[in-house]
């Protein structure tokens, strides 16, 4: 709502009438011979009067409330946007800015001949609008790579190459962030190109924050952003620009039964010293596109299954830190395909060339961290073996999709920096555990009743969930909440079927379900609890149908 009143219609009725009778008295009081109970004095003078004093009342109203934070935490809609800055500039807040949406795009190219994209050209997905950030230039494998923006063309197979550009939105907001796979059209299509899809979801696009917004970074102004209590790193992060919308931190330290690093000694106490980040810094997961070479192992075999050729790839700490799955395995040409069988994933973790390693001795305490490393083998049924594929020697690459939270490297690395790193204790930053949410309902309805937007209530479902945070339980009224305001008279919201898949970070997994509230089990030993596990879904997960129930009325 704006600061001053700019339509009648704005106006509370109640007061203005009551403010008519007030000065209907005042005025009979001074003047009795005066006929003020109606006529043209009563209906125009009066009634205006009393019109444009309410205004005024509230227009100053709007201005108290927004220079209260009292009133503006009661009411953020209320409020200014410009007064709510003052006002929570005191406390060390800034609003934030809207973002660009930027990331990756896999360049295919018909020869392996230098191939240009000019910074100059405009991509068009999904209706979004986007610009290579410079020009960027695929060079042909095994010359040499002079320039910032030269990229190495990659053999892919079928006589094609690729390479990755880095492109951003033109507008900013979040209608730009756009999925993994997603093809780009080129406004002149640039010489050898093939195609260009993107490698990773887009999530960087930020919309201007609400007030109600805002108001979620006051409990972190004040707070000194340094490496100490939980407020403190909450605050040290967020107040970093390339992390300030970060969802949700959760710090476990010494003295939570999450906390198993501390314990690495003779004996199986706590000693302290050890403190682990479980960040969500996403409303969902992102999938994200790596290009890797893979290592011809042998030929398919009836224990395979499938047949076909075996190859192994590795993906190091660098390809998505902290990822939480290897979702498919394809051909760089055809991501959309349904992948190759995946035969064994080998879990590790690499300290190599670390200033600073932490304190980890387990697989599972490395597991969503960005020290993670796999080895993979799996079962490519296209290429079938031939006298050419020789073991340990042939190479082909594979377009890898893996799906985690971004940022945890930058995380860890930020807090591993010299000037930052905390001198007292080793801090590991892991990606927060998922528990992926499948929802089902029906939206029950009278008949000749038009169903809902059901797009807009699966964004609005996946939005709620995402606040949710590390609380623990996801209720149903969380989900019908977010429903109500997409639903007409006559409309009503089944039984909601929540069904929770856990991966825990020894690798196994646990499944929940319920259909009032799923509730995240304490298992802390396994470092899977309220403190580590966060709600995640997509707009995917969620299965909305409709129900015409005869005699129904909502």
């Known amino acids: 709502m704006a600061l001053t009143v700019t339509n009648i219609d704005e106006l509370n009725v109640e007061h203005v009438v009551a403010l008519q009778k007030v000065f209907t008295q005042l005025i009979q009081e001074k003047h009795p011979n005066i006929e003020v109970s109606r006529g043209v004095f009563h209906d125009l003078v009066l009634y205006f009067s009393s019109?444009?004093?309410?205004?005024?009342?509230e227009n100053i109203s709007r201005v108290m409330r927004s220079g209260s934070l009292l009133d503006i935490i009661a009411d953020p809609t209320l409020a200014d946007p410009l007064l709510v800055d003052k006002v929570l500039s005191n406390y060390n807040v800034t609003r934030g800015d809207s973002a660009y949406s930027t990331g990756s795009v896999v360049v295919i190219a018909n020869q392996n001949l230098i191939t240009s994209v000019s910074n100059g050209i405009t991509l068009t997905a999904a209706g979004a609008l986007f610009r290579p950030t410079m020009a960027f230039t695929g060079v042909p494998a095994g010359q040499p790579i002079t320039a910032v923006g030269e990229r190495e063309l990659l053999a892919i197979g079928n006589d094609l190459y690729a390479f990755t550009i880095d492109v951003i939105a033109v507008e900013?907001?979040?209608?730009?962030?756009?999925?993994?796979?997603?093809?780009?059209?080129?406004?002149?299509?640039?010489?050898?190109?093939?195609?260009?899809?993107?490698?990773?979801?887009?999530v960087s696009g930020v919309n201007e924050p609400t007030n109600a917004e805002y108001l979620t970074k006051l409990s972190n102004g004040l707070v000194a952003k340094t490496i100490g209590g939980r407020k403190a790193f909450v605050a040290a992060i967020k107040a970093q620009p390339a992390f300030s919308a970060t969802r949700h931190i959760s710090v476990?330290?010494?003295?939570?039964?999450?906390?198993?690093?501390?314990?690495?000694?003779?004996?199986?106490?706590?000693g302290g010293g050890r403190v682990d980040l479980y960040v969500q810094t996403s409303p969902t997961a992102q999938v994200k596109n790596v290009i890797v070479q893979a290592t011809y192992i042998r030929p398919a075999d009836a224990l395979d299954i499938l047949l076909g050729s075996v190859w192994q790839l590795s993906l190091s700490r660098n390809d998505m830190p902290g990822f939480y799955a290897l979702n498919k395995i394809t051909n760089v040409v055809d991501?959309?395909?349904?992948?190759?069988?995946?035969?064994?994933?080998?879990?590790?973790?690499?300290?190599?060339d670390i200033e600073y390693a932490p304190d980890i001795k387990t697989l599972d305490e490395s597991e969503?961290?960005?020290?993670?490393?796999?080895?993979?083998?799996?079962?490519?049924?296209?290429?079938?073996p031939t006298v050419a594929l020789i073991p340990g020697q042939s190479k082909k690459y594979y377009s890898v999709a893996l799906s985690g939270m971004p940022n945890i490297g930058e995380i860890q690395d930020f807090l591993s920096s010299p000037d930052i790193r905390c001198q007292l204790a080793d801090v590991v930053v892991k990606a927060a555990v998922p528990c992926f949410v499948a929802i089902d309902f029906k939206i029950l309805k009278t008949a000749n009743n038009p169903d809902p937007d059901f797009a807009a209530i699966r964004q609005a479902i996946v939005t709620a969930i995402a606040s949710v945070g590390f609380a623990g339980q996801l209720h149903a009224s969380t989900i019908s909440g977010a429903v109500q305001p997409y639903l007409s008279r006559g409309q009503a919201i089944s039984r909601i079927d929540m069904f929770g898949k856990i991966i825990r970070p020894d690798g196994e997994t646990k499944y929940v379900r319920d259909y009032s509230v799923l509730v995240i089990p304490n298992d802390p030993a396994r470092m899977t609890s309220p403190k580590t596990v966060v709600f995640l879904t997509t707009v995917d997960a969620i299965s909305i149908g409709s129900e015409v129930i005869v005699g129904f009325n909502a």
Request: aromatic share 12%.
């Open 51 to 57: 019109v444009l004093h309410v205004s005024v009342q």
């Open 172 to 202: 900013q907001g979040t209608y730009s962030n756009i999925k993994q796979g997603t093809k780009l059209i080129p406004n002149a299509p640039p010489a050898n190109v093939n195609d260009m899809y993107a490698a990773i979801d887009f």
């Open 252 to 270: 476990v330290g010494y003295g939570d039964a999450e906390q198993n690093r501390d314990q690495h000694t003779l004996f199986p106490v706590s």
């Open 335 to 352: 991501t959309a395909n349904g992948g190759y069988a995946v035969l064994s994933q080998n879990r590790g973790y690499n300290f190599a």
């Open 368 to 384: 969503y961290t960005r020290y993670k490393t796999v080895v993979c083998q799996f079962v490519d049924t296209d290429e079938l």
